[in-house]
């Protein structure tokens, strides 16, 4: 087992709200030491989705929130767009803690999380999993997809794919909403968001099958 893990820091039972809280004090690996707090997943105890980005970015490490910045609001538009009520949805990320380097003045810029602290992290993740029990799972990006579909895993190649994984029964993955954000120009941009909708139109389509089923189930309806 590598020294550096959250494994000590993860309660073994308590939920998802023993989780949030043990995890504020995690050391498991030196990404706490510069970063203001610990971000945890946010959603509700049975989500419809959940979706599981990098880490969190600028914003969301003053807000102790996942996706409240630029790249939360990337991940609104193509939820929106889709039909996917992101109140129903769980969000979290590969990494808790913000990665960064500084660049001019207080500016502070985002840093990709190594297979160190990747690994690290990985077992508030499993808990995150093993509570929820999510029907639907989706990575965003290839720092999620790989930490949960392992490191060989290609987003480019599998994008917007039904994925046979142990993990849930319905896996998918897309790219990240940042990856949108970082298109060169405004036409490349609309071309990316339009990819990562289409992505995300296979989930809508099975919540929407999964509720039809629901009402046509209940007794009465
Ligand atoms: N990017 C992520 O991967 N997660 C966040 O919470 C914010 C930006
Ligand atoms: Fe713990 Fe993860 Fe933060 Fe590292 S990044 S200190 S493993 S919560």
Same mark, same amino acid.
């Given at each position: ?7 000590p820091?993860? !309660? ?8 949030q809280r043990?995890s504020?004090d995690? #050391? ?10 610990t971000?945890?997943g946010?959603g !509700?105890?049975?989500?419809d ?8 970015g600028?914003?969301e ?16 538009e ?7 009520? #992101? ?19 207080k500016?502070?810029?985002h840093?990709?999380p190594?297979q ?17 029990r999510p ?10 997809a790989?930490?949960?579909l392992g490191?060989?895993f ?24 940042s ?14 968001m ?7 139109? !296979?989930?809508?389509r099975l ?11 209940a007794?009465?309806?």
């Amino acid at each position: 087992m590598p020294k550096t893990t959250a494994a000590p820091w993860v !309660p073994d039972d308590g939920g998802l709200p023993a989780l949030q809280r043990a995890s504020k004090d995690c #050391r498991g690996c030196d990404l706490w030491r510069h970063a203001t707090q610990t971000v945890f997943g946010e959603g !509700p105890a049975h989500p419809d989705v959940m979706l599981v980005g990098e880490q969190p970015g600028d914003k969301e490490d003053l807000a102790g929130h996942p996706f409240v910045g630029p790249a939360g609001r990337v991940l609104d538009e193509g939820l929106a767009a889709v039909g996917i009520d #992101r109140r129903r949805t769980y969000v979290t990320n590969a990494v808790k803690h913000f990665k960064f380097e500084r660049g001019t003045g207080k500016r502070r810029i985002h840093s990709k999380p190594n297979q160190l602290e990747v690994q690290a992290c990985r077992p508030w993740l499993e808990a995150e999993l093993s509570v929820l029990r999510p029907r639907v799972l989706v990575c965003l990006g290839s720092t999620a997809a790989q930490a949960l579909l392992g490191r060989t895993f290609r987003v480019t190649l599998h994008r917007g794919e039904w994925i046979r994984s142990p993990l849930a029964p319905h896996v998918l993955a897309t790219v990240h909403p940042s990856s949108i954000l970082r298109a060169p120009d405004e036409a490349a941009r609309a071309e990316a968001m339009e990819a990562f909708i289409r992505d995300l139109v !296979p989930v809508a389509r099975l919540l929407a099958s999964a509720s039809g089923e629901k009402r046509s189930a209940a007794p009465g309806s």
